[in-house]
């Protein structure tokens, strides 16, 4: 027994909780190295920041809304009427110590966790990270982002301010729109008419338990996958579908993730001290009737009010009412311009969820995959999130038209319609320009491998003719330029029965376009045919273009 009073406890407690084995297991695993795995945690860091400063504006913040006059420090409000949720904003921003940074914090810290865990997500997808066995952690992924959106709105609701009581009359709208059910889902998340006096309470529920609870329920599940499938890797000399080349997570992760964690702490409250977000005492308390404009919500609501704004007003106004009779009387179905809005984000959402069978469905690749793709390795891959990217930014853009109409003098409309043809034409362009670059990259590739590289270096030989000298590349760049996963066409096969039916032959189709043109990985005969051509050591004489 050790002999120390804290060595004591150490032991009592290890024997009781058994946690010295965790931290051993747990400490010996090994987690590869490479910056772009910094989003994840990134937006992990930024959650902690999130419950801390959260928890901080729980002990001021009244979600109630009770009318009353405000009486606090801020003298241009004094004796207006608002709700004593806006009321105890306000004063946290003005009469509490330091609340006004704790609430820029969580603000500022809500933005860059959406934009973390968005660009998480992008790492994911670019580099094929959700291949299998990793489709699940995928979809958990895809739900915390949802769950991301959700915190982040129900959050910007809560101030009651002219911009949040906006945004909830757009929801309420939406929710109307949905056929049947529409009219009964807002009255019963309202507790009757809009905006009513329950739905700033029912959302401080929302936003500081259930949502919060479902965030970490996941993130512990998504975590606990990372560490079971163990983290892919980059490929290089020595790194295999079977192995983890990096460093032990204790000490050296352990120590690099915790100082992380401080920059990142640093960061934010270095922005949140010296720039303004969200200053509600400028917009004012809530009120149906006027609406300010120039006025933005949070960035990653953006893109579903672009959505909004694209689509064309008579898509609502075919004024079609179907009158529906129901025992309990008549009701009437009218399609409003707010649900098509929603087909956008929904059809995204859906190819989100669904890209990894999606993919396997073409590539009929099922193996598993722990070595991760560079992207232009796999160009079809990467050509479709590149039009996902644009889509989505067009919608982006579209939540800004009348910013962009005022700043660049241009016609409202004349915006509207741009980004209405760029949003059908804009991924085709985003699709077909990617998998060009990808398919000139592998090119090139192959050229660096089977020539050498350019050296700059001009050489004159014996005869008078000039000619740059290639180096050969190392054995890691080799490595890397010519073992990766191919995919390649697979012709439509036919079943036990020997018929060939219509999906197997749509995905040929598809197979065949995404992989008509690639470009071949070099194999080991092609490289010592080079280096027999070449000589070994210096790659000499060669034409730039050859
Ligand atoms: C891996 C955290 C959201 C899919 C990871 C890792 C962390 C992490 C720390 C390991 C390091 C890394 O690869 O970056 C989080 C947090 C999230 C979040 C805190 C948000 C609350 C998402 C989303 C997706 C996703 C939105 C995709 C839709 C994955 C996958 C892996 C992973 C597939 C395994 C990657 C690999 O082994 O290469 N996550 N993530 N995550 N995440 Fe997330
Ligand atoms: C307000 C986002 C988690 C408590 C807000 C606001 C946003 C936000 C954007 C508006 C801030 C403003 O006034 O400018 C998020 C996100 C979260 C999260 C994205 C998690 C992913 C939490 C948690 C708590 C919390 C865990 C409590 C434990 C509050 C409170 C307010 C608030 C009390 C109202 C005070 C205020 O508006 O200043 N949240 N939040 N939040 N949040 Fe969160």
């Given at each position: 027994?050790?002999?120390?009073?804290?060595?004591?406890?150490?032991?009592?407690?290890?024997?009781?909780?058994?946690?010295?084995?965790?931290?051993?297991?747990?400490?010996?695993?090994?987690?590869?190295?490479?910056?772009?795995?910094?989003?994840?945690?990134?937006?992990?860091?930024?959650?902690?920041?999130l419950?801390?400063s959260g928890t901080f504006l729980t002990f001021f913040f009244d979600p109630s809304m009770t009318h009353i006059?405000y009486?606090?420090?801020?003298?241009?409000?004094?004796?207006?009427?608002m709700s004593a949720a806006m009321a105890s904003t306000m004063d946290i921003s003005?009469?509490v110590?330091?609340g006004?940074?704790m609430r820029?914090?969580h603000h500022?810290?809500a933005?860059?966790?959406?934009?973390?865990?968005?660009?998480?997500?992008?790492?994911?997808?670019?580099?094929?990270?959700?291949?299998?066995?990793?489709?699940?952690?995928?979809?958990?992924?895809?739900?915390?982002?949802?769950?991301?959106?959700a915190a982040g709105f129900t959050g910007y609701s809560l101030p009651d301010d002219?911009l949040s009581g906006?945004g909830l009359?757009?929801i309420?709208?939406?929710?109307?729109?949905?056929?049947?059910?529409?009219?009964?889902?807002?009255?019963?998340f309202f507790g009757g008419?809009f905006p009513g006096v329950h739905v700033i309470p029912r959302l401080y529920s929302l936003h500081i338990m259930i949502v919060p609870a479902?965030?970490?329920?996941?993130?512990?599940?998504?975590?606990?996958?990372?560490?079971?499938?163990?983290?892919?890797?980059?490929?290089?000399?020595?790194?295999?579908?079977?192995?983890?080349?990096?460093?032990?997570?204790?000490?050296?992760?352990?120590?690099?993730?915790?100082?992380?964690?401080?920059?990142?702490?640093?960061?934010?409250?270095?922005?949140?001290?010296?720039?303004?977000?969200n200053?509600i005492?400028?917009?004012?308390p809530y009120?149906?009737?006027?609406?300010?404009?120039?006025?933005?919500?949070?960035?990653?609501?953006?893109?579903?009010?672009?959505?909004?704004?694209?689509?064309?007003?008579?898509?609502?106004?075919?004024?079609?009412?179907?009158?529906?009779?129901?025992?309990?009387?008549?009701?009437?179905?009218?399609?409003?311009?707010?649900?098509?809005?929603?087909?956008?984000?929904?059809?995204?959402?859906?190819?989100?969820?669904?890209?990894?069978?999606?993919?396997?469905?073409?590539?009929?690749?099922?193996?598993?995959?722990?070595?991760?793709?560079?992207?232009?390795?796999?160009?079809?891959?990467?050509?479709?999130?590149?039009?996902?990217?644009?889509?989505?930014?067009?919608?982006?853009?579209?939540?800004?038209?009348?910013?962009?109409?005022?700043?660049?003098?241009?016609?409202?409309?004349?915006?509207?319609?741009?980004?209405?043809?760029?949003?059908?034409?804009?991924?085709?362009?985003?699709?077909?320009?990617?998998?060009?670059?990808?398919?000139?990259?592998?090119?090139?590739?192959?050229?660096?491998?089977?020539?050498?590289?350019?050296?700059?270096?001009?050489?004159?030989?014996?005869?008078?003719?000039?000619?740059?000298?290639?180096?050969?590349?190392?054995?890691?760049?080799?490595?890397?330029?010519?073992?990766?996963?191919?995919?390649?066409?697979?012709?439509?096969?036919?079943?036990?029965?020997?018929?060939?039916?219509?999906?197997?032959?749509?995905?040929?189709?598809?197979?065949?376009?995404?992989?008509?043109?690639?470009?071949?990985?070099?194999?080991?005969?092609?490289?010592?045919?080079?280096?027999?051509?070449?000589?070994?050591?210096?790659?000499?004489?060669?034409?730039?273009?050859?």
């Amino acid at each position: 027994t050790p002999s120390t009073t804290t060595g004591r406890l150490a032991n009592f407690v290890d024997s009781r909780v058994g946690a010295s084995g965790m931290v051993k297991e747990f400490g010996r695993k090994i987690f590869p190295d490479h910056w772009s795995f910094m989003f994840g945690e990134v937006a992990l860091y930024t959650f902690v920041l999130l419950l801390l400063s959260g928890t901080f504006l729980t002990f001021f913040f009244d979600p109630s809304m009770t009318h009353i006059t405000y009486n606090g420090s801020y003298v241009p409000l004094k004796g207006i009427g608002m709700s004593a949720a806006m009321a105890s904003t306000m004063d946290i921003s003005f009469d509490v110590r330091g609340g006004l940074f704790m609430r820029q914090v969580h603000h500022w810290s809500a933005l860059l966790f959406v934009a973390s865990l968005s660009v998480h997500m992008l790492r994911v997808f670019f580099t094929g990270a959700f291949r299998r066995p990793r489709e699940l952690n995928w979809v958990v992924g895809g739900v915390l982002l949802i769950m991301g959106l959700a915190a982040g709105f129900t959050g910007y609701s809560l101030p009651d301010d002219l911009l949040s009581g906006n945004g909830l009359r757009i929801i309420d709208g939406v929710m109307k729109a949905l056929p049947i059910v529409g009219t009964y889902l807002s009255m019963f998340f309202f507790g009757g008419e809009f905006p009513g006096v329950h739905v700033i309470p029912r959302l401080y529920s929302l936003h500081i338990m259930i949502v919060p609870a479902v965030i970490i329920l996941l993130l512990v599940i998504h975590l606990f996958m990372v560490v079971t499938h163990k983290h892919t890797q980059y490929p290089g000399p020595g790194r295999t579908n079977d192995n983890v080349v990096g460093f032990p997570v204790g000490p050296v992760y352990a120590a690099k993730a915790g100082g992380f964690f401080f920059i990142v702490f640093g960061i934010v409250a270095f922005i949140s001290g010296l720039f303004q977000i969200n200053p509600i005492w400028n917009y004012g308390p809530y009120d149906p009737s006027p609406v300010s404009a120039g006025t933005q919500p949070d960035w990653y609501i953006g893109f579903v009010d672009g959505a909004l704004r694209l689509m064309p007003g008579y898509l609502g106004n075919f004024s079609f009412e179907w009158i529906i009779p129901f025992p309990w009387g008549d009701n009437t179905l009218v399609l409003s311009v707010l649900l098509p809005a929603l087909v956008p984000a929904g059809v995204l959402f859906m190819v989100m969820f669904a890209w990894p069978w999606i993919e396997r469905w073409v590539t009929k690749d099922n193996r598993e995959h722990h070595l991760l793709d560079r992207p232009r390795n796999a160009p079809f891959r990467t050509a479709m999130g590149a039009a996902g990217v644009v889509f989505y930014c067009v919608m982006w853009a579209a939540a800004s038209s009348d910013l962009i109409a005022t700043h660049f003098h241009v016609a409202l409309n004349d915006v509207t319609y741009w980004l209405r043809i760029l949003f059908f034409l804009g991924p085709i362009f985003a699709f077909w320009i990617t998998r060009r670059i990808c398919l000139s990259l592998q090119r090139k590739d192959r050229e660096i491998v089977l020539h050498g590289r350019e050296a700059g270096i001009i050489q004159m030989s014996p005869e008078g003719g000039f000619s740059e000298k290639h180096e050969e590349v190392d054995v890691y760049k080799r490595f890397l330029l010519t073992s990766y996963n191919d995919n390649k066409y697979i012709p439509a096969q036919p079943d036990a029965a020997g018929h060939v039916s219509g999906s197997e032959k749509r995905r040929a189709a598809l197979s065949k376009f995404f992989f008509e043109d690639r470009v071949a990985p070099v194999t080991p005969s092609e490289l010592e045919a080079a280096h027999a051509a070449h000589g070994h050591h210096e790659v000499e004489g060669e034409k730039q273009d050859s």
